[in-house]
């Protein structure tokens, strides 16, 4: 079956502007979650919604973040007035129920901001 | 917050060479994961392995979660096996990594 999917696969923006990253869970998985990953670490967590509601934010770096799952389906990370230093791979996981499950990752959007 | 400490950082073998990937942590945990990161960037599940041993063909984890650490074995390595693994284990809600063993194999 489908994997997780993210758009777009790459973005680059300038400093001070918004942008939104998509992305679109594994069908019937109620748990979603974002990381990012900056270049030679390993993916740091950002957030976790359980079905519609952000369950834990405790990752998001500051009020320039966030994100949203109306539907608790896809969902979508908001950056506002982005700095060079957001610069980086953005995550999205998806897991069949809680937090105890298995994760799969998508394939990343790769920001870029000049 | 929870520690997680793979080794080695960098690994370089001769196709056909055996190898193992180690990782400690240094809290309890409700699970534990590998993972295989691509030239792509796609981060590929290998293991989902909360204590215990699992085997994939040429891979295999093992997981003593009482002692806080994980394993993983490969086998007769390839080519294609070359990228960075992570080891990932979930602290409450999140996967929390460690910074990854770059595995390289030369023909």
């Known amino acids: 079956g489908a994997g997780v999917s993210q758009t777009p696969s790459n973005k680059v923006t300038e400093k001070g502007k918004y942008v939104e990253l998509r992305c679109d869970p594994i069908?019937?998985?109620?748990?979603l979650y974002w990381y990012r990953q900056s270049l030679g670490q390993g993916p740091e967590f950002l957030i976790y919604?359980?079905?519609?509601?952000?369950?834990?934010d405790s990752g998001l770096p500051n009020d320039r973040f966030f994100a949203v799952r109306p539907e608790g389906s896809v969902s979508t990370l908001k950056i506002q007035r982005t700095e060079r230093g957001d610069s980086a791979v953005y995550l999205c996981?998806?897991?069949?129920?809680?937090?105890?499950?298995?994760?799969?990752f998508g394939p990343g959007t790769r920001l870029t901001v000049l | 917050g929870i520690q997680v400490e793979q080794s080695p950082p960098d690994l370089i073998l001769q196709e056909g060479a055996n190898s193992t990937l180690r990782c400690n942590f240094s809290?309890?945990?409700?699970?534990l994961q590998w993972f295989h990161q691509n030239p792509w960037g796609q981060l590929i599940n290998l293991f989902y392995?909360?204590?215990g041993t699992k085997q994939n063909g040429r891979l295999s984890a093992t997981t003593v979660a009482t002692e806080r650490y994980s394993l993983l074995y490969i086998s007769s390595s390839q080519t294609t096996d070359s990228g960075v693994y992570f080891c990932?284990?979930?602290?409450?809600?999140?996967?929390?990594f460690g910074a990854g063993t770059i595995l390289r194999v030369k023909s």
């Open positions: 990932a284990v979930l602290y409450g809600n999140k996967l929390v």
């Open positions: 996981a998806s897991s069949r129920s809680g937090n105890q499950n298995e994760q799969f």
């Open positions: 392995i909360p204590s």
């Open positions: 809290d309890s945990v409700n699970n």
């Open positions: 069908s019937g998985h109620t748990a």
């Open positions: 919604f359980q079905g519609t509601g952000a369950a834990d």
